[in-house]
């Protein structure tokens, strides 16, 4: 390992937070972990992390803790109370949350870490686990300007676009952006499909040629595949999307900006989820368009 390279905790070890905990081992940083699942903690320490047996053992001695949760309330639990990374990380230690949150938890976690003599930066991310194993990751970050310098080349091993978007928040309200886009994006991918497949058009040619004119897009390039073979194995889960929905229609009306497509679309990945469909993969806004159309739905 290069001594010269910050020490790492990595708190979160889901579907994004393997890969690119992985992607830093072989980069040469120290990768100390620690997730709630035994089986993600052994694929660290095979390819040369460290698994820790609680989040205060992985935050006490890191320079930089990385933290990949599904949620805000994940987030306050592993930050916050006596067993938390507060309570246990080093003063002058960087937290980055890279975690997709309300704008509100991320700036109140910066003003208590603050408190501790803990710097913060909300780093979410876009790119699904694809992005995520492949480091192409696009990375949304906010806080303060020295903070985010010092972390660049940490985010740089991560993906490909890094950009500070403002302050404490600002990461965290881009990313809700992010997903406002792309359900919007992923529904009127499914529609075209369901549109497409009843019209009786050759449907990986139609796609093919879609992709290469201003309809193509990164979902569509990303996602056709899940279309084609009905596949919706999560990448990215419904579940999850459904909480981005929340987080943008609620951020939205606290600044009083409309959105009429967006709220539609936030209807429907609540529908998908209500219909038993959240662990699937976002793309699966597909089986709602087919149900809507009269079209069976594969089990």
């Not at 070890?13 to 992607?23: A, F, H």
């Amino acid at each position: 390992m290069s001594t010269h390279l910050p020490t790492i905790a990595w708190i979160g070890l889901g579907i994004m937070g393997s890969p690119m905990s992985e992607n830093l081992i072989r980069a040469g940083y120290d990768v100390t972990g620690y997730t709630l699942e035994p089986e993600k903690l052994a694929r660290l320490t095979a390819v040369g992390g460290t698994a820790a047996g609680s989040v205060a053992e992985a935050v006490k001695d890191a320079d930089v803790i990385i933290t990949m949760v599904p949620a805000s309330p994940q987030v306050e639990a592993i930050a916050y109370g006596d067993a938390g990374i507060l309570a246990n990380a080093r003063r002058g230690a960087l937290l980055i949350d890279t975690s997709s949150i309300t704008p509100q938890t991320s700036i109140d976690l910066a003003k208590a870490a603050a408190d501790k003599g803990i710097r913060v930066l909300d780093a979410p991310v876009s790119g699904g686990e694809a992005g995520a194993v492949e480091a192409v990751l696009s990375i949304m970050v906010g806080g303060g300007q020295a903070d985010f310098d010092e972390a660049r080349p940490i985010l740089d091993t991560l993906g490909t676009t890094v950009v500070r978007c403002g302050p404490h928040g600002a990461g965290q309200t881009v990313k809700a952006a992010n997903q406002l886009i792309v359900a919007v994006n992923i529904q009127a991918c499914a529609e075209a499909v369901v549109f497409l497949e009843k019209s009786g058009v050759d449907l990986p040619a139609a796609l093919e040629v879609l992709g290469g004119g201003l309809a193509g897009s990164t979902v569509l390039a990303r996602k056709k595949q899940n279309f084609l073979d009905r596949e919706f194995t999560p990448g990215f889960r419904i579940d999850l999307h459904h909480k981005d929905m929340g987080i943008v229609t609620d951020a939205a009306r606290t600044v009083g900006a409309a959105l009429p497509v967006g709220a539609v679309v936030a209807g429907l990945v609540a529908s998908l989820r209500a219909q038993g469909d959240g662990g699937l993969d976002h793309s699966a806004l597909l089986r709602g368009v087919e149900r809507l159309s009269g079209l069976p739905v594969k089990d």
